[in-house]
């Protein structure tokens, strides 16, 4: 089966080229000392105290759900191995020039400002136990990440697509939280980090949608292994070294202030699936259609389930993160 896959991963080599077209080159990109305070030029002291005002607008809410984006981001090396690990996708020498290698490379390349940009802001703000930030995301790169792929790139792809919408919208909210509470530069940082996920989302998904129709059997059962349980989530393996379950906790956060929470999960898995124009299929082959019922019935399920959900405020956790105040 796998390597029936590898060979229409390659007939899909076209949409990735064309997916590809959607990185933007290095000199037409923002980068990270864009948006944060310039040593050695004049009035560099004044911007690091603007910074460091609007930093203590932020709750301690948001400075764990900020940290916990931020670490997420900055586990990319687990990311671009995970990819590497796709059949089809893989770059054997480091230079391949086929579209998978240079999709990889260029998608890299771009993320890397994320965590380069956030930790920026984290450093300055002088808010935050950067070693503790440090050793977080040390320990979640020692842990690893497995995104149950299986090596299998159709898999591999359903996952991407469905990242990238979720870490598009945790920067989303975020960056609406930090423009009401009066911190216009994490909020343009946000908006910026926001609008390359969602550039990325954009692209694999169109890839994606290329891949269903291509072979819509092996797509959608793809989809369905992928989609139909619960996803899991990039940087869930993470760890200061005190608290064992800081991922949950700091999902815990998320939920409560808005931030990637359960509804978005349901309304991001109905999302994708109409933009692959799955409820309105027809005549799709074999089990793709029973398939394509069961991530349908999946994604009504996780919405009922989300509107039915009322958060209780949990015991407050301390986090090493902020100095283990209790959030
Ligand atoms: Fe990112
Ligand atoms: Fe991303």
């Not at 990735?16 to 990270?32: I, K, N, R």
């Not at 998978?100 to 136990?129: F, I, P």
């Not at 393996?237 to 990637?260: E, K, S």
């Amino acid at each position: 089966m796998l390597e029936h896959r590898l060979s229409v991963m390659r007939e899909m080599e076209p949409s990735v080229t064309a997916a590809l077209a959607t990185l933007l080159p290095p000199d037409d990109c923002w980068q990270p000392s864009e948006l944060l305070p310039t040593f050695g030029t004049e009035g560099w002291q004044a911007e690091v105290e603007d910074l460091q005002e609007e930093a203590g607008r932020l709750s301690d809410e948001m400075l764990v759900v900020l940290v916990g984006n931020v670490v997420t981001e900055e586990a990319l090396p687990a990311y671009l191995a995970t990819i590497n690990r796709c059949g089809g996708m893989t770059d054997r020498t480091g230079v391949d020039d086929h579209p998978w290698a240079c999709w990889a490379r260029s998608w890299t390349a771009e993320e890397k400002r994320h965590g380069d940009v956030g930790r920026g802001y984290l450093l300055l703000s002088g808010r935050v136990d950067l070693r503790s930030v440090e050793r977080t995301v040390q320990h979640l790169l020692r842990n690893g990440f497995d995104n149950r792929a299986g090596g299998d790139p159709y898999r591999g792809l359903a996952y991407a697509s469905f990242q990238e919408h979720a870490t598009k919208l945790a920067w989303i909210q975020l960056g609406r939280l930090a423009g009401t509470c009066g911190a216009p530069r994490l909020h343009r940082i946000c908006g910026l980090i926001a609008a390359d996920e969602a550039r990325h989302e954009r692209a694999y998904v169109s890839v994606l949608r290329d891949l269903v129709a291509a072979d819509p059997e092996g797509a959608l059962e793809a989809l369905e292994e992928t989609l139909c349980g619960i996803v899991v989530m990039p940087a869930r393996t993470m760890t200061d070294g005190i608290d064992g379950n800081l991922f949950g906790h700091f999902a815990a956060v998320g939920q409560r202030l808005g931030v990637y929470t359960y509804a978005d999960y349901a309304e991001n898995l109905r999302q994708l699936l109409e933009t692959l124009g799955l409820p309105r299929m027809t005549g799709l082959p074999g089990a793709a259609e029973s398939r394509r019922d069961a991530l349908l019935a999946a994604a009504e399920r996780h919405r009922a389930a989300a509107t039915e959900l009322t958060t209780r405020r949990g015991r407050p956790i301390a986090f090493s993160w902020i100095g283990g105040r209790r959030v």
